[in-house]
């Protein structure tokens, strides 16, 4: 069956880095679409990043372009998210989640999701 | 952007709920719904705007196109308490606010 199990995340200063992984099975990971979610404590889910399973575009909300980078292993079935000079308001679960698509189509609901794993920025 | 009606909603077991989301701009019907538990990672229920994903009940559904959606529980039970989300997937990708369902 489909798994999808992310790690990386842990208490981690203001400024620094930090790099999340998310481990896939079940699937074959080329052909799908992989994005990175989070929701910050008692807050709503904020789409992030997205990367094709071509690897021939990324997309980044605003607010972590240029800070945050998506990237992904087709030969290990696994996609990252670095994270670079993190801020207070970072925290948050941070989910990786699936798209039964190499790029974008019309059936592009995230169906799979991980547990998540949860990054704490703090001094 | 997405915005969701409304925010919080208490209903009894059994009684239908209605949920809203309104797109910025036509999306077609590149829209999804989710639910997600306290704790948990959201759930797929519809893409496609009205397509229900494989294993969900028959009680939910969804309708609409370009700017406004709906989600629908024709009798509401106990396991659908939590936070429902619609997400455009149109243009780049966001999350409506939340719709919390609590039981009355």
């Known amino acids: 069956q489909v798994e999808v199990v992310e790690s990386g995340g842990g208490v981690v200063q203001p400024g620094r880095s930090l790099r999340l992984s998310c481990e896939t099975s079940?699937?074959?990971?080329?052909?799908?679409?992989m994005h990175w979610v989070r929701q910050a404590p008692g807050k709503g889910l904020e789409w992030l990043a997205g990367?094709?399973?071509?690897?021939?575009?990324?997309y980044y909300v605003d607010a972590v372009e240029g800070r945050f980078t998506i990237s992904r292993d087709n030969s290990k079935n696994k996609l990252y998210l670095r994270m670079s000079s993190v801020r207070v308001e970072d925290t948050a679960m941070y989910y990786c989640?699936?798209?039964?698509?190499?790029?974008?189509?019309?059936?592009?609901?995230?169906?799979?999701w991980g547990q998540g794993t949860l990054v704490v920025v703090s001094t | 952007q997405m915005t969701q009606s409304p925010s919080t909603l208490s209903a009894s077991v059994g009684d239908r709920v209605i949920i809203k989301c309104r797109a910025s701009?036509?999306?077609?019907?590149?829209l999804a719904w989710y639910h997600q538990k306290p704790g948990k990672a959201p759930k797929l229920l519809i893409y496609?705007?009205?397509t229900l994903e494989s294993g969900v009940p028959s009680r939910f559904s969804g309708g609409g196109f370009d700017t406004e959606f709906t989600l629908t529980i024709s009798r509401l039970q106990s396991e659908d308490i939590g936070t429902y989300y619609c997400?455009?997937?149109?243009?780049?990708?966001?999350f409506g606010q939340g719709t919390k369902v609590e039981i009355k």
């Open positions: 989640a699936r798209v039964p698509c190499v790029t974008s189509c019309p059936t592009g609901g995230f169906d799979k």
């Open positions: 079940g699937f074959t990971f080329s052909n799908s679409a």
């Open positions: 990367i094709y399973g071509d690897e021939s575009n990324h």
């Open positions: 701009q036509g999306i077609s019907n590149w």
């Open positions: 496609q705007a009205s």
């Open positions: 997400q455009q997937y149109n243009s780049w990708w966001s």
